[in-house]
């Protein structure tokens, strides 16, 4: 049972447009949010995230939209460049737990 | 940032061996520690807790016999697969929370080792 669900296994972007990740969530408990960033043979490293009395956060050319009635949100990089290629899990926690649950990833790749 | 080094990245192991993954947050010290383990075309998924100077907290259906973790240092986390199997192949990582690190979520300071990729003969 997917509680993050990633849904686009991989997304080609040209360099200098749009890139968007979406994920979806099914546990109406997850209060936060979180984006983390893998490049190969690399761990996960943490990128942005968002509470859920928010709707959106945005840090540099990164932004990330919750929409908490659909459960779901979003990961938009603008302008995308070449090295944002990578692979973006998403991820989500309850209030008070150390437990953060994973999606199974977007492999992102942006063509120069 | 903070850094979390894992090793070793790569093993094979012939069915019934136990392999030992070592985990070091390197320049913070880690009361919390997690494992975490990833299939192929699977997320990463919570494994065990692993809190320095007590026992690990397994999520359900993770055999702790099976898999040991030892945190007997704030920088030092080992996980053991004992009499390991085809089955246990897979990508095993660790994580470690560095309080002093990130913004006020505490999931914010959650550092990752490299992973260790296990193959079972």
């Known amino acids: 049972d997917q509680q993050v669900k990633q849904n686009s296994p991989s997304l080609s972007v040209q360099e200098g447009r749009i890139s968007i990740l979406n994920c979806d969530y099914t546990?109406?408990?997850?209060?936060?949010f979180l984006w983390y960033k893998k490049y190969p043979a690399e761990g996960p490293t943490f990128l942005i995230s968002?509470?859920?009395?928010?709707d959106k956060n945005e840090d540099g050319r990164f932004t990330v939209f919750l929409n908490k009635s659909a459960k779901h949100l979003s990961l938009h990089i603008v302008p995308s460049q070449p090295g944002d290629s990578a692979v973006y899990f998403c991820?989500?926690?309850?209030?008070?737990?150390?437990?953060?649950?994973f999606g199974i990833g977007t492999k992102l790749q942006v063509i120069p | 940032g903070a850094v979390v080094s894992q090793h070793p990245s790569r093993v094979i192991c012939k069915s019934g061996t136990s392999v030992k993954i070592e985990c070091r947050s390197l320049?913070?010290?880690?009361?919390?520690m997690f494992w975490y383990r990833q299939f192929p075309k699977q997320s990463l998924m919570l494994m065990a807790t692993?809190?320095?100077?007590?026992?690990?907290?397994?999520e359900q259906g993770v055999e702790k016999d099976k898999f040991l973790i030892n945190h007997a240092s704030l920088t030092l986390s080992t996980l053991t697969v004992t009499s390991a199997h085809p089955e246990d192949s897979s990508f095993y990582i660790c994580?470690?929370?560095?309080?002093?690190?990130?913004?006020?979520?505490?999931?914010?300071?959650?550092?990752f080792g490299s992973g260790t990729q296990l193959s079972v003969l």
């Open positions: 991820a989500a926690s309850e209030r008070g737990y150390q437990k953060v649950t």
């Open positions: 546990n109406s408990m997850f209060d936060y």
């Open positions: 994580s470690a929370r560095d309080p002093s690190a990130g913004g006020p979520a505490t999931n914010e300071k959650l550092f």
């Open positions: 692993s809190n320095e100077g007590s026992k690990a907290t397994y």
């Open positions: 968002i509470s859920s009395i928010k």
């Open positions: 320049d913070f010290q880690a009361t919390t």
